[in-house]
């Protein structure tokens, strides 16, 4: 389960922009879930309410939100993006197999919120 250690990542981010913003406490925080990162939302979200939040005193009482993000593609031939809701091998304007994943392939820190 690699949920685990991307939650672990994640919250070493947060710290550091709570950090960097003189954040003393967390109070919301919100995670893009790529829908081709491979990772899983239900174990991402049981990882870290279970696991990060409640050994973590600055984020141990925020409201987590997880959004999945579609997957976004760029046709390197004729140049149109395509959002699709699941992985097509091939452009639907030109036919040609030459795509790029451009979003929905990462997990990120959307936004945090706290004082």
Do not use: W
């Not at 600055?58 to 997957?71: L, Q, R, S, W, Y």
């Not at 097509?88 to 994943?101: A, H, T």
């Amino acid at each position: 389960m690699h949920e685990l250690g991307e939650a672990q990542d994640l919250f070493e981010v947060i710290k550091k922009e709570a950090r960097k913003n003189g954040l003393k406490k967390v109070s919301k925080i919100t995670i893009r879930v790529g829908e081709a990162s491979g990772i899983k939302i239900d174990f991402l979200r049981h990882s870290f309410l279970d696991h990060i939040l409640p050994q973590n005193r600055i984020v141990k009482e925020a409201e987590v939100d997880f959004i999945p993000e579609t997957i976004k593609l760029k046709c390197r031939d004729c140049k149109r993006e395509v959002v699709e809701a699941r992985f097509n091998p091939l452009c639907p304007f030109c036919q040609s197999g030459n795509l790029e994943i451009i979003a929905g392939k990462d997990t990120y820190i959307e936004s945090i919120e706290g004082e």
